[in-house]
């Protein structure tokens, strides 16, 4: 400010200054302090969910104890519950879902790697990406009204006639069962599994790729010998987020499961998984018990999918940038 | 992380039959191609399904009636299609503000240890299964209580925000350094920096992510069926009840052995798919657009 400026101009700017001196000193203090409590309600509410879950299944656990996980049964009218079925069944639908769609998921990021002309790029890969946009209710909807029918007239006498010496194969078939279910799961982890594994083939350095090409290599050996070994860690890590989220479907796999309580070797049998339990018991469920074994199922189910999400993100950290997981 | 590629010595067998190798490469092609084919066809399948079987069901009265006594024909969904528009719109009031402000806060304040601990745990959320968040919220806020349209989207937005959080975090992170400077540098408060210059730069993004958060829940069923289903079939818009939804209208008729009510689980799953599909595919066109001018 200097001596010759008239004080004509009124303090008008000064005031204003001032206020907003004033907003600022409260105004930058309180987005940080916002922004970092949004952060802790994240942390919060992990935790918080972890706690009601187990919380919720404190009178099932001093019930039944650890043999909840290997009794098999489910009967609320003499209030005895047991998750190995479903335990049992989660386990197979899900791995029957991830040997389809890990191959599949692998062919499709190759396809859209390495083969698709750049025309047809990416409209294929925006929807294989739509495929996960479907809502699971609706997958599951037309697996009952439309897959089921087809499982029960066509494909599954189909396998029983050529592999019905296989116990998996075995038994009559039906519209309802493991089979249908881990196909269901194999179209909502495909999307997944295929997306991840697709980014992480595009971070394979071309030069690499260019000098197994000038050694005469096909596109088959490159990608065996270089796309494939430097994409393993991230081909793994997909392929377990891929399961985890098909541990825990419960919509879907409710609907064409055929929730029996059972455990059986024919994948055409009726079954029931952990999170399609909950789903289809949860409304009736009455009684302490009975309402917490429920949510004993839960816990096994939160336990199982920490794990394997918690292990995912572990593999493909490793020697994948960060950008690709999300 | 070094590339295995065999030594040359002695030289492999790989490189000797080269019709041989010719053929093998031309199978895995064509295997891939396959597996890309069958993914589109797979969803050309499921969704001719659900509008050729919808489209036959679906009217106008479809849209604007409540459903009928049962057995009785015609009805509709409204008070599914309103209990879905309540649900979804109040889960995002509180997934969306929490979500920006944990973006906010990775990208402006926090020091990298913290935000990557936040950013796993926001990893954890998005892989706990919804049915068990389902079962977390009918233990915290339904127990003891009754069903409850706020209970199911306090589910709702547990499940959308570490979509949102973590779309804003990403995106955040892409708006240039040298904005921030800039404004910093004419002596703007930081508050205001990021309200007026980040945000603003990274909106395309930020709306994205919100978009693709709320397209995601919007056809979730698990939680709701724990939260919000024992629903009266008027119109209702006071979420203190439980409200009716499409995903749970569509699963309850999908267990009906009649097959009018299957006609009508298509019609309902045809108005849930548009509506979905339109967002996924609005999202999408917003991402590119956001990220081209991001990169500039």
């Known amino acids: 400010m200097s001596a010759a400026a008239p004080s004509a101009t009124p303090p008008r700017g000064t005031l204003a200054t001032v206020r907003r001196n004033i907003v600022d000193r409260i105004g930058d203090p309180s987005l940080r302090v916002l922004a970092g409590a949004a952060s802790v309600v994240a942390v919060f509410v992990i935790l918080l969910l972890a706690y009601k879950v187990f919380d919720g299944s404190s009178s099932a656990f001093s019930k039944f104890g650890l043999g909840f996980l290997t009794s098999k049964i489910w009967n609320p009218v003499t209030n005895q519950f047991g998750a190995a079925s479903f335990i049992y069944g989660t386990l197979v639908s899900s791995a029957i879902a991830m040997l389809f769609a890990g191959p599949l998921s692998i062919a499709i990021a190759l396809y859209l790697t390495e083969l698709a002309p750049r025309r047809v790029r990416r409209p294929v890969a925006t929807l294989v990406d739509l495929l996960a946009a479907i809502p699971s209710v609706i997958i599951g909807l037309w697996g009952i009204l439309v897959m089921a029918p087809f499982m029960v007239n066509q494909l599954e006498p189909a396998l029983h006639s050529v592999l019905g010496w296989i116990p998996l194969f075995g038994g009559s078939p039906s519209p309802f069962g493991l089979l249908p279910a ?33 050694l005469g290599a096909t596109r088959w050996e490159m990608t065996r010998m270089v796309i494939l070994p430097i994409a393993r860690p991230g081909i793994v890590g997909a392929s377990i987020l891929g399961l985890g989220r098909a541990l825990g479907e419960a919509i879907a796999v409710t609907q064409v499961i055929g929730g029996a309580v059972s455990i059986h070797a024919s994948l055409f049998q009726p079954a029931d998984t952990l999170a399609s339990r909950i789903a289809s018991q949860f409304q009736s469920a009455s009684g302490t018990v009975y ?24 593999i493909v950290r490793r020697g994948i940038p960060a950008k690709v997981m999300n | 992380m070094s590339a295995t590629i065999e030594s040359p010595n002695p030289p492999p067998k790989l490189f000797t039959t080269s019709a041989r190798r010719k053929r093998v490469n031309r199978s ?15 969803l050309v399948i499921v969704v001719g399904s659900v509008v050729i079987k919808g489209v036959s069901a679906l009217n106008l009265d479809f849209l604007t009636e409540t459903p009928a006594p049962f057995g009785a024909p015609g009805g509709g969904i409204a008070n599914s299609i309103v209990g879905t528009f309540l649900l979804v719109a109040i889960a995002s009031v509180i997934a969306v503000p929490i979500g920006l402000l944990i973006g906010i806060h990775a990208s402006e304040f ?9 950013r796993f745990a926001l990893d954890i959320l998005s892989g706990v299964p919804t049915i068990v968040t389902g079962v977390f919220i009918f233990g915290l806020l339904v127990a003891g209580h009754v069903q409850s349209g706020y209970a199911g989207s306090v589910a709702l937005a547990i499940i959308m925000l570490p979509i949102v959080a973590r779309s804003a975090q990403e995106v955040l992170r892409l708006v240039p350094n040298s904005l921030r400077e800039a404004a910093v540098a004419l002596g703007v408060a930081r508050w205001r920096m990021v309200l007026r210059v980040v945000l603003p730069t990274a909106a395309g993004g930020l709306i994205t992510g919100a978009v693709l958060g709320v397209a995601r829940v919007a056809g979730e069923t698990a939680p709701l069926l724990l939260t919000s289903s024992i629903a009266s079939n008027a119109v209702s818009w006071n979420p203190t009840q439980a ?29 849930l798919i548009v509506g979905v599909l339109a967002l996924s595919v609005f999202a999408r066109s917003l991402h590119e657009r956001s990220r081209r001018r991001l990169r500039g």
């Open chain 2, 110 to 118: 926090a020091r990298p240890r913290v935000s990557n601990a936040v």
């Open chain 1, 291 to 314: 309402i917490s074994s429920l949510f004993y199922l839960a816990a096994i189910l939160l336990v199982i999918s920490l794990i394997v999400n918690i292990g995912a993100r572990l």
């Open chain 1, 182 to 214: 881990a196909l269901v799961l194999t179209i909502m982890a495909v999307p997944i599994v295929s997306a991840i594994t697709r980014e992480v083939f595009e971070t394979v350095p071309s030069d690499l790729k260019e000098a197994a090409y000038a």
């Open chain 2, 243 to 271: 409200l009716s939804s499409i995903p749970v209208t569509i699963f309850t008729l999908s267990e009906s052995p009649a097959p009018a009510d299957h006609a009508r689980g298509w019609a309902a799953a045809l108005v």
């Open chain 2, 28 to 42: 895995m092609e064509v295997l891939s191609t396959l597996a890309a084919g069958l993914a589109v066809a797979v």
